[in-house]
């Protein structure tokens, strides 16, 4: 399963609203982290001094440091989310083929 988390600057930040909607819209869960608290200072450090960005959201997929983005990105949402339905469709198609061998086997 993927997971998805979504660095955020608040309800204010459009872009992040916009991020969270397409991600609905698609069906892709996610989490949302507002940074702007003080207790979230590391969390903008590692964002910003480590990952480079600037601008909010920050995007990371799978919790996998080269799997992320900034900013209002349709293009990799949509592109996530036809990566997770593969993917689903293939751990279905796996499970469905081990019930039919069970099946099978149950027959004699």
């Known amino acids: 399963m993927t997971t998805v988390t979504v660095y955020s600057t608040g309800p204010a930040c459009i872009r992040c609203t ?15 982290i507002d940074i702007t608290r003080d207790a979230d200072k590391a969390i ?11 601008e909010a959201p920050v995007v990371i997929v799978d919790d996998e440091p080269e799997h992320h983005w900034s900013g209002f990105r349709p293009d990799l949402i949509d592109a996530l989310a036809v990566h997770a339905r593969r993917i689903a469709s293939e751990q ?17």
């Open 92 to 108: 279905l198609q796996v499970s469905s083929a081990g019930l039919t061998r069970k099946a099978s086997h149950v027959r004699r």
């Open 44 to 54: 903008r450090d590692f964002l910003t001094d480590e990952l480079g960005y600037s």
């Open 18 to 32: 916009l991020t969270c909607k397409r991600l609905d819209a698609v069906g892709i869960g996610h989490t949302v």
